[in-house]
């Protein structure tokens, strides 16, 4: 192989090397910020599990960025992403989360929203969990609109047999 091959192999190598360098740094910084954008969007990953002083465990959240109360928890033992909505009747889940957890439609309808009117279908859930607080048979809604990666709005049918108060930044639920 004469010099000026190998200074033109060389030159390759090196540009193949630096490609390779920005997309790994890219991607590192991608890992890096998806975190931190993950928790300024659900800072309750792992929801705050206390003890009250009259013995009740109370689940104690943190407001996120944009003001909303977002955890994480599970129905039927599945864990999802909750966004406590105090203005949604029910338990409202996109229709892609409803066929994994294979839930049943007990009937169709029309619901008001905050952004107009959507065909819904009834269900129940059998368990809905938030830090621990546990509740069965918890009426819900599957909304064919909302995204796939949509946060579940846990409404009144949840928030309704609970006690909750909100100060600084907190609310604190109690069973």
Same mark, same amino acid.
């Given at each position: 192989?004469?010099?000026?091959?190998?200074?033109?192999?060389?030159? *390759?190598?090196?540009?193949?090397?630096? +490609?390779? #360098?920005?997309v790994a740094g890219l991607a590192l910084l991608t890992l890096?910020?998806?975190?931190?954008?993950?928790?300024?969007?659900?800072? !309750?990953?792992?929801?705050?599990?206390?003890?009250?002083?009259?013995?009740?465990?109370? @689940?104690?959240?943190? *407001?996120?960025?944009?003001?909303?109360?977002? #955890?994480?928890?599970? +129905? !039927?033992?599945?864990?999802?992403?909750?966004?406590? /909505?105090?203005?949604?009747?029910? @338990?409202?889940?996109?229709? #892609?989360?409803?066929?994994?957890?294979?839930?049943?439609?007990?009937?169709?309808?029309?619901?008001?929203?905050? !952004?107009?009117? @959507?065909? @819904?279908?009834?269900?129940?859930?059998?368990?809905?969990?938030?830090?621990? +607080?546990?509740? *069965?048979?918890?009426?819900?809604?599957?909304?064919?609109?909302?995204?796939?990666? /949509?946060?579940?709005?846990?409404?009144?049918? &949840?928030?309704?047999?609970?006690? &909750?108060?909100?100060?600084?930044?907190?609310?604190?639920?109690?069973?």
């Amino acid at each position: 192989m004469s010099e000026p091959d190998e200074q033109q192999a060389t030159q *390759r190598t090196g540009r193949w090397m630096l +490609i390779f #360098a920005w997309v790994a740094g890219l991607a590192l910084l991608t890992l890096l910020f998806q975190d931190a954008l993950e928790s300024r969007f659900n800072p !309750n990953a792992e929801p705050l599990v206390q003890q009250a002083a009259d013995g009740r465990h109370e @689940v104690v959240l943190q *407001r996120n960025a944009r003001g909303h109360y977002v #955890a994480s928890g599970s +129905i !039927n033992r599945l864990p999802v992403t909750f966004l406590l /909505d105090t203005g949604a009747t029910d @338990v409202a889940l996109p229709e #892609a989360l409803a066929e994994r957890l294979r839930l049943p439609r007990q009937g169709g309808g029309v619901s008001q929203t905050a !952004n107009g009117v @959507v065909a @819904v279908w009834q269900t129940t859930l059998d368990e809905v969990q938030l830090g621990a +607080i546990t509740l *069965r048979d918890v009426r819900a809604a599957i909304v064919p609109s909302m995204g796939a990666g /949509d946060p579940v709005l846990l409404g009144m049918s &949840f928030l309704r047999q609970l006690e &909750f108060t909100q100060r600084d930044g907190q609310l604190t639920l109690r069973l």
